[in-house]
């Protein structure tokens, strides 16, 4: 008689080997590479698809809809430069408020349909209107004018760089209004599409791991003579080392952003290419000017000069560089001549001065930054310590963003932080950003957590849109004052700009880092090697 | 019997509704605007106020939370800011997963951990009691995303035995189309007859599988060991071996028997362990589950999918506890009384 216990433990292993035997009967992971030439792999950490509007589309998807829908011009990150994109040229009046736009003949919207100048008056409209996302950045439009199938005039109420703002990642995408029958908004949101883009949607599933497929647009107006990649998958995978892995297996093509270790640990990997360059977005410690210890500029100089640029560079290992003043390299007003440099006996001698240190009063400051940004979090500790050095106690709390931000705007000023730390970047490649949202007074405050109230420097900063359409070397000297005006009064130390650092599969070819479409891939751009 | 049940049921409704209360006061008590989290950093506060009007955030705590039962009882758990979708849709499309996954990261625990634990139980003392234990003991001690990234590396990136993450090879989808009936590639496949696509996603499931049944095998074997260990030394089984019952009877009919209890006991325990466990496993392999999604709401502070959440959890919770109370009660009716 066969002894059941004795012999459980011999089925329990046979029925768990019969299962392994299955699953490993399958296909092993192919170790080709994932395009074949055809398919390239964005491994994204986070889910792709928020909204499919491009009139509000404002977050993750910018990576797709960069694929799908055109603007009417493009920042080109090789020359600084605006070029041609669904516009061919473009010119502006004298007095800046005119602009004139030239569209690309034989042009269509995937679904067939003409891309002339009343559709793309049409898809600014309608953006316009709708008021949500980044469509702000046409606020100085008054009206549009499709003058013939391939002039769009815009008439602004005020002067303002319109090529510039054309270019924009978010909120300057043409696209057929008509497309839908009913419900346009509604249409969006099942998955649809309406560019002329050089890829159009495949295949969308929402919450899967392969979230998005794009195909080839075969009336693209590029066309595709010459070798380009037929789709595009975007795969969410939210662990860096799964990504990793998929990338060095052949079953990925590029990822965004990898920690400094991978980064180096993937440097001369086989199969794998490896790209950094500064983007855009630089990490700002907003010193608080209107309530607090750091209302006296002597110890916003203090605490300026306590940190330690160099050495949080140095820690970051790569993650980001030094930054010389507001405006990171690359846009307008760019400049070596503000340079934000550390003293710490300079730095001592004000916080006595200011009654603090050895012999004075201990002085204690509230910062607050974003939990689980492993870069800012190595960051405040490293301000933590520096300031330690001279004497001041800094409380930093890690908070979510809307929290910290609420902290921030919160109407009683005993709440409010001393410091606050956070990044920033623009929507399109122009440095107004910064000063218009993070200078300019505004009251209640909104993203100005300095809550810095300088008048002449409002009135400097209202002018700078006119000015940059009108007169850009004048605007770039006006950008160069405001930041050496910003680093003088110790508003806020710039902590450094981000540094992308990226892994390409070494089948791919062409790929150039366009810091103004930030994590945008332009993968028709690109040359899949056979 | 009935009474029983019906007294457990109202008990399981009564926690249910205090943690829908708990929850929905502390999500509330976190400062901060969810509204930020459905417009954007960068909306302006015309678009904030537009969305906090359009979801009752601009309303009292006692409205938002009567607005908020009564849409749950019809049905309505509100829209996740993070995806913009009715958190019931959500919900619908990430349970499937988890559930699939969890359970058959437990049926393996148990084939694995119930006879290990019964081998144990058997080789008291000797060589084979010892080498079990340390089994055992090994797989309840390993982190969980320590073991779910070394199962990559080894079986992946190393052997290339099993895919690093994902529920199927999605170029499988032009040869075999999968059709979806719930939502889980591996029962959708089995349900359709779809070869192909049914063992390679067993094959995806085989690495998380593991990661996941480590524990419960190993909390299994210690559980199944003791409560055997304790019942032979009972003076029930003393007599029926004095009655000269074989051991084969005394070990299998009257000791493992009510020697189970515990383990259907812990059955419930493990789950809960085991669901909190898949949160980081679907995190490593890709895994398009409950914990993948609860981990993106509590990143973006989505209020109504937290609570969405939460309330599944518990009622899944509560549930299964009852379902093991009752099954308990079946077994040993000692229980009822």
């Given at each position: 008689m066969i002894n059941k216990y004795r012999s459980a433990p011999l089925v329990v292993a046979g029925l768990l080997a019969t299962l392994a035997l299955t699953a490993c009967s399958g296909t092993a992971p192919t170790a080709s590479p994932a395009n074949g030439g055809a398919t390239f792999t964005y491994v994204n950490n986070l889910d792709v698809v928020t909204q499919w509007d491009p009139a509000i589309s404002y977050s993750n998807e910018v990576i797709a809809m960069n694929n799908i829908y055109e603007q009417l011009t493009r920042s080109d990150s090789k020359t600084g430069k605006i070029v041609p994109l669904l516009a061919t040229k473009w010119e502006s009046s004298p007095d800046g408020l005119t602009w004139t736009f030239t569209l690309r003949e034989n042009v269509t919207f995937s679904n067939g349909s003409p891309m002339d100048a009343t559709a793309a008056k049409a898809a600014i409209e309608r953006t316009i209107s709708l008021a949500s996302g980044a469509a702000f950045i046409w606020d100085s439009v008054d009206t549009i004018t499709a003058q013939d199938a391939t002039t769009l005039v815009f008439n602004l109420k005020y002067p303002a760089p319109l090529d510039l703002i054309a270019s924009s990642a978010y909120a300057a995408f043409i696209y057929d209004t008509q497309a839908a029958s009913g419900d346009l908004a509604a249409w969006f949101e099942t998955g649809k599409a309406a560019g002329t883009g050089a890829y159009v949607i495949g295949d969308w599933k929402k919450g899967t791991e392969n979230e998005l497929t794009l195909t080839a647009n075969p009336t693209y107006w590029g066309g595709w003579d010459g070798s380009?990649?037929?789709?595009?998958?975007?795969?969410?995978?939210?662990?860096?080392?799964?990504?990793?892995?998929?990338?060095q297996s052949g079953q990925g093509s590029f990822i965004p952003r990898i920690s400094s270790t991978q980064f180096k640990s993937l440097q001369g990997a086989e199969g794998v290419t490896t790209a950094q360059s500064p983007s855009f977005q630089n990490m700002l410690a907003m010193l608080n000017t209107a309530s607090g210890p750091l209302a006296d500029p002597m110890l916003r100089q203090a605490v300026a000069k306590a940190i330690d640029y160099d050495g949080i560079i140095t820690t970051l290992q790569g993650s980001m560089v030094k930054a010389t003043g507001v405006i990171p390299e690359g846009l307008l007003g760019y400049t070596t001549e503000v340079q934000q440099v550390s003293n710490v006996e300079e730095a001592k001698m004000l916080l006595a001065?200011?009654?603090?240190?050895?012999?004075?009063?201990?002085?204690?400051?509230?910062l607050t930054y974003a939990a689980g940004d492993p870069d800012q979090e190595t960051v405040v500790t490293l301000m933590k310590a520096n300031l330690s050095a001279v004497g001041i106690d800094l409380q930093a709390k890690g908070l979510a963003w809307e929290t910290q931000w609420e902290l921030g705007k919160s109407e009683d000023l005993a709440s409010r932080q001393d410091i606050f730390v956070f990044y920033w970047y623009p929507d399109y490649a122009d440095p107004f950003s910064w000063f218009i949202n993070l200078y300019r007074a505004a009251?209640?405050?909104?993203?100005?957590?300095?809550y810095w109230e300088d008048a002449k420097v409002d009135g400097t900063i209202d002018g700078l849109q006119e000015l940059t359409s009108r007169d850009r070397d004048q605007a770039e000297l006006q950008y160069v004052e405001l930041q050496a005006t910003i680093s003088d009064q110790a508003i806020s130390p710039v902590l450094g700009v981000i540094n992308y650092q990226r892994a390409l599969s070494s089948t791919v070819n062409g790929y150039v880092d366009n810091p103004a479409y930030s994590n945008v891939v332009f993968v028709y751009d690109l040359t899949p090697t056979d | 019997m009935a009474r029983y049940i019906a007294l457990r049921t109202l008990?399981?409704?009564?926690?249910v509704v205090g943690v829908i209360v708990l929850t929905f006061v502390v999500a509330r008590l976190?400062?901060?605007?969810?509204?930020?989290s459905y417009a954007g950093p960068r909306a302006t506060m015309d678009q904030l106020e537009a969305v906090r009007q359009q979801f009752g955030l601009d309303q009292s705590m006692w409205q938002q939370f009567v607005s908020y039962v009564s849409g749950v009882v019809r049905g309505d758990w509100g829209t996740s800011l993070h995806t913009k979708q009715s958190v019931i849709s959500d919900l619908m499309r990430v349970i499937p997963p988890t559930l699939v996954l969890v359970a058959i990261a437990l049926g393996v625990a148990a084939l694995i951990g119930m006879p290990l634990g019964i081998f144990a139980a058997r080789s008291n003392g000797r060589l084979g009691d010892l080498a079990a234990?340390?089994?055992?003991?090994?797989?309840?001690?390993?982190?969980?995303?320590?073991?779910?990234?070394?199962?990559?590396i080894v079986f992946f990136s190393k052997l290339g035995w099993f895919p690093v993450a994902g529920q199927y090879d999605s170029a499988l989808n032009a040869s075999s189309p999968l059709y979806g009936v719930i939502g889980v590639p591996v029962v959708d496949a089995l349900l359709t007859g779809n070869l192909p696509v049914f063992t390679d996603s067993l094959r995806h499931l085989v690495l998380p599988v593991i990661a996941i049944a480590a524990y419960p095998a190993g909390a299994f074997a210690m559980v199944t060991r003791a409560s055997l260990l304790e019942n032979l030394g009972d003076e029930h089984v003393r007599m029926i071996r004095a009655l000269g019952f074989s051991e084969l009877s005394v070990f299998g009919r009257f000791a493992l028997k009510p020697a189970l209890n515990p383990v259907i006991a812990l059955i419930a325990l493990v789950f809960a362990y085991s669901l909190t466990n898949s949160f980081i496993v679907e995190s490593v392999f890709n895994w398009p589950g409950l914990g993948s999604y609860a981990i993106k709401s509590i990143q973006t502070l989505d209020i109504p999918a937290i609570l969405g959440v939460t309330l599944v959890v518990a009622l899944l919770y509560v549930g299964l506890n009852l379902i093991v109370d009752l099954v308990q009660a079946l077994i040993d009716p000692r229980i009822r009384t």
């Amino acid at each position: 008689m066969i002894n059941k216990y004795r012999s459980a433990p011999l089925v329990v292993a046979g029925l768990l080997a019969t299962l392994a035997l299955t699953a490993c009967s399958g296909t092993a992971p192919t170790a080709s590479p994932a395009n074949g030439g055809a398919t390239f792999t964005y491994v994204n950490n986070l889910d792709v698809v928020t909204q499919w509007d491009p009139a509000i589309s404002y977050s993750n998807e910018v990576i797709a809809m960069n694929n799908i829908y055109e603007q009417l011009t493009r920042s080109d990150s090789k020359t600084g430069k605006i070029v041609p994109l669904l516009a061919t040229k473009w010119e502006s009046s004298p007095d800046g408020l005119t602009w004139t736009f030239t569209l690309r003949e034989n042009v269509t919207f995937s679904n067939g349909s003409p891309m002339d100048a009343t559709a793309a008056k049409a898809a600014i409209e309608r953006t316009i209107s709708l008021a949500s996302g980044a469509a702000f950045i046409w606020d100085s439009v008054d009206t549009i004018t499709a003058q013939d199938a391939t002039t769009l005039v815009f008439n602004l109420k005020y002067p303002a760089p319109l090529d510039l703002i054309a270019s924009s990642a978010y909120a300057a995408f043409i696209y057929d209004t008509q497309a839908a029958s009913g419900d346009l908004a509604a249409w969006f949101e099942t998955g649809k599409a309406a560019g002329t883009g050089a890829y159009v949607i495949g295949d969308w599933k929402k919450g899967t791991e392969n979230e998005l497929t794009l195909t080839a647009n075969p009336t693209y107006w590029g066309g595709w003579d010459g070798s380009h990649y037929q789709s595009v998958v975007f795969k969410v995978v939210p662990q860096e080392t799964t990504a990793v892995q998929l990338l060095q297996s052949g079953q990925g093509s590029f990822i965004p952003r990898i920690s400094s270790t991978q980064f180096k640990s993937l440097q001369g990997a086989e199969g794998v290419t490896t790209a950094q360059s500064p983007s855009f977005q630089n990490m700002l410690a907003m010193l608080n000017t209107a309530s607090g210890p750091l209302a006296d500029p002597m110890l916003r100089q203090a605490v300026a000069k306590a940190i330690d640029y160099d050495g949080i560079i140095t820690t970051l290992q790569g993650s980001m560089v030094k930054a010389t003043g507001v405006i990171p390299e690359g846009l307008l007003g760019y400049t070596t001549e503000v340079q934000q440099v550390s003293n710490v006996e300079e730095a001592k001698m004000l916080l006595a001065n200011a009654g603090y240190g050895p012999g004075g009063e201990k002085l204690s400051l509230a910062l607050t930054y974003a939990a689980g940004d492993p870069d800012q979090e190595t960051v405040v500790t490293l301000m933590k310590a520096n300031l330690s050095a001279v004497g001041i106690d800094l409380q930093a709390k890690g908070l979510a963003w809307e929290t910290q931000w609420e902290l921030g705007k919160s109407e009683d000023l005993a709440s409010r932080q001393d410091i606050f730390v956070f990044y920033w970047y623009p929507d399109y490649a122009d440095p107004f950003s910064w000063f218009i949202n993070l200078y300019r007074a505004a009251t209640p405050p909104f993203f100005n957590l300095s809550y810095w109230e300088d008048a002449k420097v409002d009135g400097t900063i209202d002018g700078l849109q006119e000015l940059t359409s009108r007169d850009r070397d004048q605007a770039e000297l006006q950008y160069v004052e405001l930041q050496a005006t910003i680093s003088d009064q110790a508003i806020s130390p710039v902590l450094g700009v981000i540094n992308y650092q990226r892994a390409l599969s070494s089948t791919v070819n062409g790929y150039v880092d366009n810091p103004a479409y930030s994590n945008v891939v332009f993968v028709y751009d690109l040359t899949p090697t056979d | 019997m009935a009474r029983y049940i019906a007294l457990r049921t109202l008990q399981s409704l009564g926690v249910v509704v205090g943690v829908i209360v708990l929850t929905f006061v502390v999500a509330r008590l976190i400062p901060g605007d969810p509204a930020v989290s459905y417009a954007g950093p960068r909306a302006t506060m015309d678009q904030l106020e537009a969305v906090r009007q359009q979801f009752g955030l601009d309303q009292s705590m006692w409205q938002q939370f009567v607005s908020y039962v009564s849409g749950v009882v019809r049905g309505d758990w509100g829209t996740s800011l993070h995806t913009k979708q009715s958190v019931i849709s959500d919900l619908m499309r990430v349970i499937p997963p988890t559930l699939v996954l969890v359970a058959i990261a437990l049926g393996v625990a148990a084939l694995i951990g119930m006879p290990l634990g019964i081998f144990a139980a058997r080789s008291n003392g000797r060589l084979g009691d010892l080498a079990a234990k340390m089994i055992a003991i090994l797989l309840v001690s390993l982190p969980v995303f320590w073991l779910a990234i070394l199962l990559q590396i080894v079986f992946f990136s190393k052997l290339g035995w099993f895919p690093v993450a994902g529920q199927y090879d999605s170029a499988l989808n032009a040869s075999s189309p999968l059709y979806g009936v719930i939502g889980v590639p591996v029962v959708d496949a089995l349900l359709t007859g779809n070869l192909p696509v049914f063992t390679d996603s067993l094959r995806h499931l085989v690495l998380p599988v593991i990661a996941i049944a480590a524990y419960p095998a190993g909390a299994f074997a210690m559980v199944t060991r003791a409560s055997l260990l304790e019942n032979l030394g009972d003076e029930h089984v003393r007599m029926i071996r004095a009655l000269g019952f074989s051991e084969l009877s005394v070990f299998g009919r009257f000791a493992l028997k009510p020697a189970l209890n515990p383990v259907i006991a812990l059955i419930a325990l493990v789950f809960a362990y085991s669901l909190t466990n898949s949160f980081i496993v679907e995190s490593v392999f890709n895994w398009p589950g409950l914990g993948s999604y609860a981990i993106k709401s509590i990143q973006t502070l989505d209020i109504p999918a937290i609570l969405g959440v939460t309330l599944v959890v518990a009622l899944l919770y509560v549930g299964l506890n009852l379902i093991v109370d009752l099954v308990q009660a079946l077994i040993d009716p000692r229980i009822r009384t």
